[in-house]
Structures are given as C-alpha cells and as structure tokens.
C-alpha cells in the first residue's frame, strides 16, 4: 500500500506566523498539503482580517477542507480579539452548575467562530482541578469533581458540535493532578489505577461514550499506567485504554510536540513516529516550519520503510475522512456581512452577563444550584 506525502500531509495540524497567507505559507500548502491549521492571537486582528484569512487558507487547500481550529476556551485561555463574545473561565461557568448554560456558551461561541470560517475548538477542558498547586489547570477546569466536569464538559461539547464546531477534550488521560506545566517540563503524575480510574478518567471516557468528535493527549507521565512514556507517546494509553478497551474511534490529536515536556526529551522525528505508533491520528505543530517539514518527512520515510504499518495511517485517514465529512462538507467561504451580524451580538453578550452574574451570586451564597 503505497501512501504519497500530500497524503502524509492530512496528519498534520500546524501553526504559522503572521495575519495572512504569505507566498511562503502558500508554497508549503502546495508541497505538504497539511489537513489542518491552528490560529493563535498573533495570528488573529479583526473579524474582517479573520474572515479573509480563513477564506485565503482553505483555498490553499485543494484537495480536502481544512481543519481550521483555535483555543477557545474562555477566560484566559482565549485567541479572539476583543469584539468578539468572550466567554468566561471554565471555573466560572461551573460555579452556575448549569449544562444549560454551558452549553447555550458553547453555542454562542461556535456561531461566532463558524461566522468567521473557523471550524474547531480546542475545547472542552475535561481535566479536573484536583491539586491546588497545578501551575497549568487551574481555572479552566469546570470544577474539582468528576461529576460536574462530566456534566458540563459534555454539554460543551454537545454545543460546539451540535453547532457545527468541532469539538476536543483535553488532555487525557487528565493533566489536573499534576504540580509541574507540560509547556516547561515533564510532569510526572503517581496516582494508582484505581484513583485515575475512579476519578480523573471519568470525564474523559464519559465523553468518549457519548461522541466527542476528537481528543488531545496530554504530555504527561502517568506512572500507574506507563511507567517509560508521556501518554501522547504511549501504546499502553491511547491504543489500549483509548481505543481498545474504551472502543473509542474519533480522532486523536497530540497536544503541541514543540512543548519542553516532549522536545527536552525527544527529538521531533522520534516524537512525531511515536505518537502515530501510540494511536494518535494528528500531530499538532505550532510554529516552527522547520520541524513540522522533518516531522512530516520522517513520518513519509517510516511508511515508506515499513517502519510503520501502512494499514495504521490508513486507519488515521479514514478517521480524519469521517470527522471532515460530518462537519466540514456543507463548508461556505465566510462572509465579512454574517461575521458583523454574530460576532460579539447582543444576544451573546447577554448571556456572557447572565453566567458572570449567575456565578457571582453562586459565590456569594455557596451551595445555590444554577439553572
């Protein structure tokens, strides 16, 4: 089974600098053919410039839609500019206690992005906020009880995907417990089976059940469940936990592999074959052109050695093919007139007062139950 580069190219999520396409970025597209981008705020100015960049990356992109993704979160984890409708921290939300609300944000937040030519979110947080020292969680976890990020990181999911955005849990196995941030260092988590099990899997396999469309790894080193590799890189996590006992078939994204917890370890070749040999199915790459064309050369050389088995990118293929065909084949070019009508509109804006207003009084009065 002989598989060409362009090909190869589906597996890759990158990211670039500047506003818009520039001949250089153009000239990558044309040789790498990547499946998909992601947008930082260096890259984002306006709703106008938005909406003319995505429209100028898709028509680079000949041969399938891009994925064109983006960390919306909310609260501190937000890429928009200012005119659009910014949605609090996942902490906020969940101290509403209301899927309702946290799915009527989601929906907000994914008309806005679909009206600008942005298709995924890199959201829900379904970590847990388990240790109060977690320099990386924090406040964008929905709460510190499985119960509650079950409920509303599902219902977030359930309002980007059911507005067609799509949506990406993260980071599993769970990056809530650990004391150390993934984008500086290896963090090394020694909870048992059963604690992980019991609690930060939870919010992770409930959303694998219900049809989360896809899911980002987390670069770190879970002892309980293998004791040599971060999960991005494990067989032991994603291909038998994730995709063997949880049957779990959406796609798999690693989270960026220019991070220290991988880089410091790895080089981005090694790293990059890894990932694909663990079970993941894109590889995100977030700035520097240089890796992400030896990532891509060297995943081409392993398939082409036999290194890895044709029929496992095959898999992949056919994985990113259906997540595509669900949400990007009645894909339009983004207008700048839709852009002004939804973008940071009144109906968004009131429910942006409603949460903050709803998780004040919640505050205030510890045990209100929200909506």
């Known amino acids: 089974m002989l598989i060409a580069r362009e090909t190869i190219g589906q597996m890759f999520m990158i990211g670039f600098d500047g506003t818009a396409v520039s001949p250089d970025l153009a000239a990558f597209f044309k040789e790498y053919r990547p499946g998909g981008v992601i947008l930082f705020s260096r890259n984002l100015e306006s709703a106008e410039q ?3 960049l995505t429209n100028a990356l898709q028509r680079c992109s ?4 891009l994925l064109i993704a983006i960390d919306q979160e909310g609260g501190r984890v937000s890429r928009l500019p200012k005119e659009f409708t910014i949605f609090p921290a996942g902490e906020v939300v969940g101290r509403c206690r209301s899927p309702q609300l946290a799915y009527a944000a989601a929906e907000a937040t994914a008309r806005e992005l679909r009206a600008v030519g942005i298709n995924m979110n890199m959201a829900p947080v379904l970590d847990i906020n388990s240790n ?12 510190s009880t499985p119960e509650l990020v079950c409920d509303l990181g599902w219902a977030t999911a359930r309002g980007l995907q059911e507005n067609g955005v ?3 849990g993260k980071h599993f196995p769970g990056h809530g417990e650990t004391g150390a941030d993934s984008h500086h260092e290896l963090p090394i988590v020694t909870a048992s089976r059963d604690r992980l099990e019991c609690f930060e899997l939870l919010p992770f396999r409930h959303a694998a059940a219900q049809g989360i469309a896809t899911m980002m790894t987390a670069h770190v080193l879970y002892r309980s469940l293998d004791e040599h590799r971060p999960a991005t890189l494990s067989p032991a996590i994603i291909g038998t936990l994730l995709r063997h006992t949880w049957h779990y078939d959406g796609v798999v994204l690693t989270d960026d592999l220019e991070m220290r917890a991988i880089i410091d370890h790895y080089g981005i070749e090694d790293a990059t074959l890894w990932s694909i040999l663990a079970g993941c199915d894109i590889v995100l790459i977030c700035k520097d052109r240089n890796r992400q064309v030896a990532a891509m050369e060297a995943l081409h050389k392993a398939v082409s050695d036999g290194s890895i088995p044709p029929e496992q990118i095959a898999r992949s293929l056919e994985r990113i093919g259906r997540l595509k065909q669900r949400f990007l084949t009645s ?5 700048l007139s839709e852009a002004t009508l939804v973008v940071g509109c009144s109906a968004h804006r009131a429910l942006l007062h409603s949460i903050q207003h709803l998780a004040k009084q919640t505050a205030e009065a510890p045990g209100q139950i929200g909506l």
């Open 62 to 65: 000949t041969a399938t839609p």
């Open 331 to 335: 894909l339009r070019p983004a207008t």
């Open 166 to 168: 799509i949506a990406c």
């Open 132 to 143: 109060p020292a977690n320099p990386v969680i924090g406040d964008r976890a929905f709460g």
């Open 50 to 52: 938005i909406v003319a």
